[in-house]
């Protein structure tokens, strides 16, 4: 079976995916809801910025993470001097680079789902006495589930799957940052390395099939409740 | 009273202004072709659109008021809306979307049991929206709204887009509604069988602004209908009750301010009310009393007024004594009978011409059941007790 290095590796993988998926939704449902339901100057500017970590280089991504938050950075600075807290290096950097990539298509999946809400039913909650916030969490969320769903899986898989993002901000470091695509990385260029590499192929091809079965258990289930079949 | 005076101006093509007022019970219909503006009405006193000047006040609840900056948020107006597509909730069962108004209501008068026996739903509780018929749909949609606790009832054909079936189905429930509860109804309808048979008072629109407003019988005469209803359906709405059944001959004999009226039998109990509509082209007149012919219905008036229209066509009216009836001639027939204004004339009706073009009378007879495909539900009028009105002090009950 795996040995403790790549046991790490596997559960610094779900983890930083687990946490990346976890803080990227709230904010992605947000921006979702933005882009599907407001119009306002600068709208598309906005779109675009949000998407920019999609049609980038990973490395660039990384490297204008290191730019803003590194130690000497932007925003990095403040956020060592004011909170102590330092990312690169770091577990939660790995998590920060993970989020950031996949965000453009948690908030795609999202957006789709919201799209398809019928605003009729919203306006129907409305009259029946619902404020805005109350529509939103009884009508407009529970019709979403099913791009929220795929927004986490799209999310996990892209935030397990984070190489070129990771590697610049955070470096390889066993135990902290190194996760299952960085430890095949670095088996590729270790001697004996062919082994580790395979047996954490197949742990990711597992884990990837285990989330496709999964996604499409829940779908079907939503789409039940929902009336949809 | 519901008192609105609202102006909207959408694009060069469209403009709306309207100004009516309607009586704080019963149903009053916003009547005319698709794009007269009746919908938009509707929407600017649900809040979801809003009049570029006006206002518009339900009871004492102002819902808005350009001139003082009033604009009630939509959720505070308590209007119960009745939408032509239901809307209801796919991810909530029906009594979940039932009770989705009712637990947001700060009163409760109007019960849950109430509503569920009166709208004949409490076998759906149970189920998702997605497997009911859209007769059920729709029931269930009215009593999502009357859950609400509203002031007022806005219906937005709501049977437009039901087949004639499942129309049948649900108009004894919307008369019952109208019946049992105290309640304005504002009801938007191009359907003038559904108008004549639900309202007692119609605001006809064309182009964006109100034709006629008053009550049926009232605006049914006026001249200005007929772009609205087209000439041929053109006629005299005469408010009766049921006078008499001759089942020997299957007539029946409608009493009404000026004289009384035979016609094919209504299933309807003596006393009741029944609105008989006879349509101009239906009326023939004659200078003197007829006697040897066959028409049945023959009463006596005077000419009121005469109006020539385009083509062969005269549109006379015969002063009853209460009611002005309309008879469509040709304008050859009034200059041989030389018509004028204070003529006596009598006036034919067939009675066969009342019955069948009569919308009160093709109602299912009470009692009577439909075929229904699938799930057949109870389409006669409901055994349950009338609708109550509970007072607010009342907690709701539990399901039903």
């Known amino acids: 079976m795996l040995t403790p290095e790549e046991w790490t590796a596997v559960r610094l993988s779900l983890q930083v995916a687990f946490w990346a998926t976890v803080w990227s939704l709230p904010p992605g449902i947000l921006v979702a809801f933005i882009l599907s339901r407001l119009h306002f100057p600068g709208r598309g500017l906005f779109d675009g910025l949000i998407h920019l970590p999609l049609v980038l280089p990973r490395v660039v991504v990384g490297y204008l993470l290191l730019l803003l938050l590194g130690a000497r950075g932007t ?74 769903l795929s927004g986490t899986l799209i999310s996990l898989a892209s935030a397990l799957g984070e190489f070129g993002a990771t590697i610049t901000f955070v470096s390889n470091v066993e135990g902290v940052t190194r996760t299952i695509p960085l430890a095949i990385y670095s088996a590729t260029s270790m001697p004996d390395g062919d082994d580790i590499a395979l047996r954490l192929t197949i742990v990711s091809i597992v884990l990837a099939l285990g989330a496709l079965l999964l996604a499409e258990f829940a779908d079907r289930r939503i789409r039940v409740v929902l009336g949809r079949i | 009273m519901i008192e609105i005076d609202v102006a909207l101006t959408r694009s060069t093509s469209f403009k709306l202004e309207a100004r009516f007022t309607a009586p704080d019970r019963g149903v009053t219909a916003l009547f005319g072709r698709s794009g007269a503006g009746k919908s938009t009405i509707i929407y600017m006193v649900a809040g979801t659109v809003r009049p570029d000047r006006g206002r518009i006040q339900i009871g004492d609840a102002v819902f808005f008021d350009a001139a003082t900056r009033t604009e009630l948020p939509m959720e505070q107006r308590r209007v119960g809306y009745v939408f032509q597509d239901s809307r209801l909730f796919p991810h909530m069962k029906v009594e979940t979307n039932l009770r989705y108004g009712e637990r947001r209501a700060k009163e409760k008068r109007i019960s849950f049991d109430a509503v569920v026996g009166m709208l004949g739903i409490g076998h759906l509780l149970s189920r998702r929206p997605h497997t009911l018929s859209g007769g059920e749909r729709q029931r269930v949609a009215i009593g999502r709204a009357l859950l609400a606790q509203p002031r007022l009832l806005l219906m937005d054909e709501p049977l437009a887009a039901l087949d004639e079936q499942r129309k049948a189905e649900i108009l004894p429930y919307l008369e019952r509604l109208r019946d049992e509860l105290k309640l304005p109804i504002l009801y938007v309808s191009h359907s003038l069988e559904e108008v004549l048979r639900l309202s007692d008072m119609i605001v006809a629109m064309a182009d964006g602004g109100v034709v006629a407003a008053g009550s049926v019988s009232q605006v049914m005469s006026r001249p200005e209908m007929l772009p609205i209803v087209g000439r041929f359906d053109l006629g005299t709405i005469l408010d009766c009750t049921v006078k008499a059944h001759d089942p020997d001959f299957a007539l029946s004999t409608l009493a009404f301010a000026d004289g009384e009226l035979r016609v094919p039998l209504v299933d309807l109990p003596l006393g009741t009310p029944a609105r008989a509509r006879i349509r101009s082209r239906d009326v023939a007149l004659s200078l003197s009393r007829p006697m040897d012919v066959s028409v049945t219905n023959r009463l006596a008036g005077t000419v009121a007024d005469i109006r020539r229209e385009e083509g062969p066509y005269a549109d006379v009216g015969v002063d009853l004594g209460h009611a002005v009836l309309r008879s469509l001639v040709t304008k050859e027939s009034v200059a041989r009978l030389a018509l004028e204004p204070g003529m006596p004339v009598w006036v034919m009706i067939k009675a066969v011409a009342v019955d069948s073009r009569s919308p009160l009378f093709d109602a299912p007879a009470p009692g009577a059941t439909l075929p229904e495909p699938a799930n057949p539900p109870k389409v006669s009028p409901p055994q349950t007790p009338s609708l109550r009105l509970v007072g607010a002090d009342t907690p709701s009950r539990g399901n039903g």
């Open chain 1, 75 to 148: 925003f990095g600075f403040y956020l060592n001097e004011w909170f102590g807290i330092r990312l690169i290096f770091s577990t939660a950097g790995a998590t920060v680079a993970a989020a950031v990539v996949s965000f453009p298509l948690t908030v795609n999946a999202i957006r789709l789902s919201l799209d398809a809400v019928d605003k009729g039913l919203e306006t129907a909650a409305r009259t029946l006495g619902a404020s805005r916030l109350d529509v939103f969490f009884s009508i407009t969320l529970p019709l979403m589930l099913p791009g929220i």
